[in-house]
Structures are given as structure tokens and as C-alpha cells.
């Protein structure tokens, strides 16, 4: 790094680097302070991928995160060092600005058990994890949506709500308070977050407990009363969490950024769908997302001073349009964009396709081996199959709202007007597993089509819930449906086809045959008329006199050899080759007469460039919001959840055992699709998977897989039950209980002497342990724990009498007379120093609220 600039070096071996800026300079943050931020200050966050996947393209996201209470120094200085940060890392970083609260999804997704908001940060006094450290008390509101941020508040009844979670953070003491209205999965997450906290803060040591609002209570609401005072009135409920719908994101405007004199110009060009070839490389553009995320784009060959002056620009485009300042803003380089900012528009193109051309243009086939799709889900993910087909295919029509078994020699005629249930049964690693389709018939009626997801719905539930559910329209059958009838898949017009073969049609019927193998073929009746003909294509014309298998000029070998395999379904043997140009009179008859149709051979499609994506699914209002998980794994998936992954072929809804709402995920796929800003076919295939029936086409997608995973973890339920081993004894709780209660309790006015509180500071677990059951509130007794009886003459020194202010005031621990306990000095002090420096008595300072004794110690030397 150019070390003229003040930039750090940087690890290239490591996948997240995180600065602080501190007196306008990059300070790194220590790796276990990672996810901590305070609000006086800006951050800088570098992260690298490094996704091995063939599916997920390496890529670096560079951040600058802006506290809430940040100077505009700070906001200056770390604006410059990110500007230096891309110059030095190269054009493909993208680079995103964060403000606190309303971060991106891309920037949650570093932070696993959450993010964390904490007050403060003057220079003198960042001090972001020191693990041990036990004298701390403070409130941490926790929001335990799938990304899970927590920020500290006053510690006060006041500050608690009925729909969040709240962590009493006492050191050697966490306890955890669900409100009311929480969810099971917030409750889960919020524990993630506190355990998180109790290993990289504590050393694993501390003890945690769980307060749930509204039922009985528990020792650990004891030690919240003995904190906090008691609960007055009732708790508010929470405020609303502004969720942005996936209508709102749909809405996207592109506007083109330039300079005309003096003055910065920025012109609307167009709205959705966006198509990739509105950018050019030498200009630059600004892209709204709905007032909800602001990208700027910069073509490769933009000049360097529109490059600087990205972010600028940016702001600047916010505050015209009146956006509220926390605005996300994405600044993305021509060749290194974001998965999110490709599917804003129709489609997406690389100059390297994955496909290889031959000299002629035409897509060269790779030979499907079906033997590593089980041993490698990747490859069955990328090409949409889970095995070659070759498994028990069992199939019914949806007539009078009822399945009607379909025999087996007519498997694969379908008609247009009619809906289908195929049930496909295979074998993985000696494992059974399934697959329903539903094919619906673009002529079938809304009633057929509800009577298919109905039965759809009563075949599940015979197969105990372990179906695989893909919906397919007709024309857009996934690679998979179609091996399953070894390209012998024929949709007929009407509803007659599946009848019978091979007799002469008494009206003219065209068939066009698609596919050069068995793995891709599909046939599909279409109008008889000489303009559905197409020059690279292969027809089937049926006659009341002959069948016609008509070869365009265009069409291959392999595609004229599976066309003579899949007429037998139609017409039997008795058929005429013709060749395009070279047809009988009666041929044109039968079509109505000559009339133009393509000729041109057809160009080889563009290899599209889209990356899957994993949201979260939830409804609000009725409208469907979406949360995405950038670099996603498996431990993403909660059980409580219903999550989309879109492969853009296929949209996948994972269904969590423990979700709610189940019902609702296709209408949930249909509406994602519908909505999509770059105007998606609802045709797409929706495939719903079931926690723990996933197949090898939806876990090829992740990094790893584990199908143990969740046999192998407990539920929140079973970590609260078991709260003996995970969650400190009961003892443990009564006698933290006991501490403070004795605490306030040990010295009012007018008793014989000033001294420690009968129990001693805790120190660590085993302490905590060792404690026994003492007195509750309101008792003026207390009993002598074991440890404390042990260590009886180290208190003694202290035991006599009080200590002079000299030597409790200011003094570091080292310097303190054997005994004292240094998070409690003025203990040590006699009620009359007591009253001189503090101005009120011991009594009236213990019946304070925790964090104002704090903050009255701290002022006056005493912390």
C-alpha cells in the first residue's frame, strides 16, 4: 500500500479487514471486536471472496460506515481513504457507503451472529472487546430479524418493548429478555448473539439466563429487579420496522451522468426493464432502485475525475430527489458488478459465455455424465438434474378435479388444455426420494389449475411431506422433466392427444420438434400454417393422406436423428422426409399456401451472467418483503424460516420444518417473479423443498452441505430446557440473586460498620458455583457463601473499619490495600466522607438506578 496516502497494509490472505477511523487516521480493529461499532466513529470494512463455487464469482466489497453520532471530519476522512483504497485495489471493488441502522444486506452478511451498536467512541475511550473484563453492566436492545443488530440503550424499564428482545449485560451475568411478541426464531437468533457475546467477551465464562415476559417468575427476573427496580405500568409495543416491498424495488429509473460546461447533467433515460445495452463504457450512470438503494455505474473508459467524484455524485442525487440521508449507495465498475445490481436488468451477458462455440457458431453439446451428479451436487445444480432420468415415473391427469391415472404407454403426452401430476422416484446413496411435477396446460382453466395444487397438496401428504413440489408451465419444462420421457415429450393442442397414435388427422395438424438429444427434446403442436415453419428448426406436418418430417436447412444431424425417433409418438413409421425447399404442392396445401417465415440460421445464445441469490421471505401489509443473505451457506436456512434461492432458471422456496406460512411460498414465488425489476417470465419453474428432503439441484448452490446438520443441532427449545449444562445452575442464578440483593442491602446509615457486602465480587463461574441460596429482598439477614468464609482473611484489613478517601480515590487496582474490591471502592468509605464527596447518604446513592451510580462513580474517581 502507498504508505504517502496513510493507507494500512493489507492481509491478502485474510477475507474481512476492518479499520477504525481515529483521529483521522485507519486504525485496524482487533479481529475478535469484529461486528462492534461505535457511533462517534466511521469504519472501513474490505472484504475479499474467495467462493471456490463455479457458480459464485470471486469478488472484493469495500465499505465506509458511518456512525450516527460521527464527526464530519471522520465522514471526510474515511470518504478519502476509500477513494485511496480503490485506486490502489483496482476497478474490481465495489464499493458501498453504509450508515448506521440501515446498512446493506451485502454488509449484515459479514457479521453471522449480528451486529452491534455501542455508545460512545471518543478516541481516549474505544476500547472495542477485552475479553475477561466482568465490571460491565449495560442494556443491549437486540432486533433478531434475520440480520440481527443490537445497540446499547439507557438501562431503564423505559427502554424495553414488547416486540424485541433485551440483554441485561451484567459481566459474569447475561440475561436474555424475550417480550411478549417475539418469535420463536427471534428469541433463537437474539441467544446466538448472547452466547456470541459470553464466548468473545467473557472467555465462554459468564453465566447466561432467560426472562420471558408474561410467564412465571424466574431467578434471573430477580436479578433484572434488583438492577433495573421494579416494573411500573405496562411495556409499549415495538416500533414498526419500515420494511421495503418488492413493488417499491421493482421501480427503477437509469439516468446518464455528465458534464456540459461547468454544469453536471443528469438525464433519465429509461425505467423497467432495464436492458444492458443502455450503458456505454464511457460514461457513467446513476441507477435509483425506488429511493431504496442508489448504484452508480462507471464504464471502463470514464475519465478518472468522474470516477473521484462517484460518491459526491451520488449524495448529491439523493438530496435532489429529497431521499432520506441514510440512502445506501453502490459505486460499481464496468466488469465487476454486484449480483443484485445484474438482475436490475432483462438479461446479462460476459464476453466469455460458458458455453464454447465451434468456427460455425454453433453451441458444441457437452455430453451429460450422469455419474457425477449424486458425488457432485454442483454439477447436478448447474445443469438441472438430479439423475438421468432413468427412475420410476408414475403419471395422472386432473380431470373433474380428481387425479385420473395415465398408463404407461401414452407417459409423455400431454395436452394444453389439461393438468398433470408426474411422480418421479429415484435413488440417492441408497436413499429413496421424489419429485412431483405439476404441469398446468396454458388453456387450462383457474379451476384445473386449483384442482392440481390441491391434489398436488393430498399426494404430499401420503408421502408424509418428503415430495419434492416443482411447478411447471408448458413450454418452460425444466431439463430434468424432460430426460424423465427420453425425449418423447409431445404437447398436443386441445385435449385429445393423449387418445391414441398413428391415425390420420382429418384437419392438418404441425408439429414442431425441439432437441438434438433425450435430455433436451421436447415437441409441441403449433399452428398449420407455412409462418410457424423456421429454417433450423424440424416439423412434423400430419395430413389426412401422409405424414410430412419436413428438415430445415439449418438443422443438424442430431437434431434431424431425434425428430425420426420422436414421430413414432405421432405418426408411426409410415412418414415422408422432405427437405426445406424441396416440398411436394400437396405440402404447402395442407399448411394453406406459401408464406414467409425465419430463414436466417439462428445465433447461438448468449451465455447469461447471473449468480444466485438466498432471501429471506416474510409478508408485511400483505406485501411479499424479501431480506437476502449475501454469501450464503447452510446455517442460513433456520427452521423457522421460508427462504427463495433464484437460480434465474429456477425460483426454489425452502420451507423450514418449524415455518409458519407454508401455504403462502408459491404465491410468494409467483409474486417475486411478478414483481421482479427485470421483468421475469412467470413461466419460471417454482420448485418447493422441504427442510431435510433437499435435493442434489438445490444443494449444489451452497459451499457445502451437511444432510446431518440438523439432526445434529438442538432447537431453542431443548438449549433453554437444558439450561443445567448450557445455562449455569439454578444455585448459580439464586446466588447472583443474593449478591446483589446483599449488595444494596449491606451498609445503610446508622449500621456498625462500612465495609464490603457480605458476598464476594465475582470473579468467574467457578465462583459463581460455589455460591449458595441467600436471602431475597426485603430480608436483613444474609448468609456467609463458602467462598467468602475462605477468603475471610483477605477481608479482614478492610473488616476493622472505613479507609480514608486518599487511598480508594483514583487509584489504580494495583494500588489498593489488600481487600478492597476495586468495582466497589466507595464501599470503604465512612459515611461521613461518603456524604462529603457524594453528597447524599449510602442509602439514598444504592437506591439509584444502576447506570447513574456508575456514572456518578466514574465522575467522581471512584470507577
Not at 474515511?78 to 450508515?99: I, K, N, P, W, Y
Not at 395422472?396 to 404407454?409: A, E, G, L, N, Y
Not at 403449433?526 to 412434423?540: D, H, I, K, Q, T
Request: aromatic share 10%.
Amino acid at each position: 500500500m502507498n504508505n504517502n496516502k496513510g493507507l494500512p497494509a493489507i492481509d491478502s490472505h485474510r477475507d474481512l479487514q476492518i479499520w477504525i477511523i481515529e483521529n483521522l487516521k485507519m486504525v485496524p480493529v482487533p479481529e475478535k471486536a469484529y461486528g462492534n461499532f461505535f457511533e462517534k466513529h466511521c469504519y472501513i470494512i474490505l472484504h475479499v471472496s474467495r467462493s471456490k463455487k463455479a457458480t459464485q464469482e470471486a469478488s472484493s466489497n469495500l465499505h465506509y460506515w458511518i456512525g450516527k453520532e460521527a464527526s464530519t471530519e471522520a465522514q471526510g476522512a474515511a470518504s478519502t481513504f476509500v477513494q485511496h483504497l480503490q485506486e490502489e485495489l483496482g476497478d474490481r471493488t465495489v464499493q458501498h457507503r453504509e450508515v448506521q441502522g440501515h446498512e446493506s444486506e451485502c454488509f449484515h452478511s459479514y457479521f453471522h451472529p449480528g451486529v452491534i451498536y455501542r455508545k460512545g467512541g471518543l478516541a481516549s475511550d474505544v476500547k472495542h472487546v477485552e475479553t475477561n473484563m466482568y465490571n460491565i453492566q449495560r442494556l443491549l436492545h437486540i432486533k433478531a430479524r434475520k440480520h440481527v443488530s443490537a445497540t446499547e440503550v439507557e438501562l431503564s424499564w423505559n427502554s424495553f418493548n414488547k416486540g424485541d428482545i433485551f440483554l441485561l449485560d451484567l459481566g459474569m451475568v447475561m440475561i436474555q429478555w424475550n417480550g411478549s411478541k417475539t418469535s420463536i426464531s427471534e428469541k433463537s437468533r437474539g441467544l446466538v448473539l448472547t452466547c456470541s457475546i459470553r464466548d468473545r467477551e467473557r472467555g465462554g465464562r459468564a453465566q447466561i439466563g432467560i426472562v420471558d415476559d408474561g410467564v412465571e417468575v424466574t431467578d434471573p427476573t430477580h436479578i433484572m429487579e434488583a438492577v433495573l427496580g421494579c416494573r411500573v405500568g405496562n411495556l409499549h409495543a415495538a416500533m414498526p420496522t419500515r420494511s421495503i416491498n418488492q413493488l417499491q424495488k421493482a421501480n427503477v429509473r437509469l439516468y446518464h451522468v455528465y458534464e456540459k460546461g461547468k454544469d453536471l447533467v443528469i438525464q433519465e433515460l429509461a425505467t423497467r426493464p432495464l436492458t444492458q445495452d443502455l450503458l456505454q463504457e464511457e460514461d457513467c450512470y446513476i441507477l435509483d432502485q425506488g429511493g431504496f438503494k442508489i448504484y452508480l455505474w462507471q464504464g471502463r473508459m470514464s475519465n478518472v475525475e468522474e470516477k473521484k467524484a462517484a460518491f459526491s455524485r451520488a449524495v448529491g442525487f439523493i438530496q435532489a430527489k429529497g431521499y432520506p440521508t441514510y440512502t445506501n449507495v453502490e459505486v460499481v465498475n464496468e466488469g465487476a458488478e454486484s449480483a443484485a445490481f445484474k438482475q436490475l436488468f432483462r438479461t446479462w451477458t460476459r464476453e466469455l459465455g460458458r458455453k464454447k462455440l465451434d468456427r460455425t457458431g454453433r453451441s458444441i453439446q457437452v455430453k451429460l455424465d450422469v455419474g457425477k451428479l449424486h458425488s457432485q451436487p454442483e454439477l447436478a445444480a448447474q445443469l438441472r438434474m438430479v439423475d438421468d432420468g432413468s427412475g420410476k415415473v408414475e403419471m395422472w391427469c386432473i380431470q373433474d378435479s380428481r387425479r385420473q391415472p395415465v398408463d404407461s404407454k401414452r407417459h409423455g403426452q400431454l395436452c394444453s388444455s389439461n393438468c398433470y401430476l408426474v411422480l418421479y422416484t429415484y435413488q440417492k446413496l441408497g436413499r429413496i426420494q421424489y419429485i412431483l411435477y405439476s404441469w398446468q396446460g396454458h388453456q387450462a382453466t383457474a379451476e384445473e389449475t386449483k384442482a392440481l395444487h390441491s391434489n398436488a397438496e393430498e399426494l404430499d401428504h401420503l408421502y408424509q411431506g418428503a415430495l419434492v413440489q416443482e411447478h411447471v408451465t408448458m413450454g418452460s419444462e425444466p431439463p430434468h422433466f424432460l430426460a424423465i420421457f427420453q425425449g418423447q415429450l409431445v404437447i398436443f393442442q386441445g385435449s385429445i392427444g393423449h387418445h391414441g397414435k398413428g391415425q390420420p388427422a382429418s384437419v392438418p395438424r404441425l408439429f414442431h420438434v425441439q432437441g438434438t438429444d433425450g435430455y433436451n427434446t421436447r415437441t409441441m403442436e403449433v399452428p398449420a400454417r407455412a409462418s410457424s415453419l423456421n429454417s433450423s428448426e424440424v416439423f412434423l406436418l400430419v395430413t389426412a393422406g401422409v405424414f410430412y418430417l419436413w428438415f430445415g436447412k439449418g438443422c443438424n444431424g442430431d437434431q434431424r436423428e431425434m425428430a425420426r425417433t420422436v414421430v413414432t409418438v405421432i405418426s408411426g413409421n409410415d412418414k415422408e422426409t422432405v427437405l426445406e425447399g424441396q416440398e411436394p404442392p400437396q405440402f404447402w396445401e395442407a399448411l394453406g399456401g406459401r408464406a414467409p417465415y425465419p430463414s436466417s440460421k439462428r445465433l447461438p445464445e448468449e451465455a447469461t451472467s447471473f449468480q444466485p441469490r438466498l432471501f429471506e421471505c416474510s409478508s408485511q401489509e400483505g406485501c411479499l418483503v424479501l431480506s437476502e443473505v449475501v454469501f450464503f451457506r447452510q446455517g442460513d436456512l433456520d427452521k423457522h424460516d421460508i427462504m427463495l434461492l433464484d437460480t434465474w432458471q429456477e425460483i426454489f422456496l425452502w420451507l423450514g420444518a418449524a415455518a409458519s406460512e407454508r401455504k403462502d411460498a408459491v404465491a410468494w414465488g409467483q409474486e417475486y417473479l411478478r414483481t421482479h425489476p427485470a421483468g421475469r417470465s412467470l413461466a419460471t419453474p417454482i420448485v418447493l423443498v422441504k427442510q431435510g428432503h433437499e435435493p442434489p439441484t438445490f444443494t449444489g448452490w451452497f459451499s457445502t452441505w451437511d444432510p446431518y446438520m440438523w439432526s445434529n443441532n438442538r432447537s431453542y427449545e431443548e438449549v433453554v430446557k437444558s439450561g443445567v449444562s448450557h445455562l449455569g445452575t439454578e444455585s448459580a442464578i439464586s446466588g447472583i440473586t443474593a449478591e446483589i440483593n446483599n449488595f444494596q442491602l449491606s451498609q445503610w446509615p446508622g449500621e456498625s460498620r462500612a465495609g464490603p457486602p457480605d458476598l464476594p465480587a465475582i470473579k468467574d463461574s467457578q465462583d459463581i458455583s460455589e455460591m449458595e441460596l441467600g436471602p431475597r429482598v426485603g430480608s436483613r439477614s444474609a448468609s456467609i457463601s463458602k467462598s467468602n468464609s475462605s477468603s475471610s482473611s483477605s477481608v479482614s484489613l478492610v473488616d476493622s473499619g472505613s479507609l480514608p478517601p486518599e487511598r480508594l480515590r483514583y487509584q489504580a487496582v494495583e494500588d489498593l490495600p489488600q481487600g478492597v474490591d476495586p468495582t466497589r471502592k466507595e464501599f470503604y468509605l465512612s459515611d461521613a466522607d461518603f456524604q462529603d464527596i457524594f453528597g447524599k447518604s449510602k442509602k439514598e446513592f444504592y437506591c439509584m438506578a444502576k447506570w447513574k451510580q456508575q456514572q456518578e462513580k466514574k465522575k467522581l474517581g471512584f470507577f
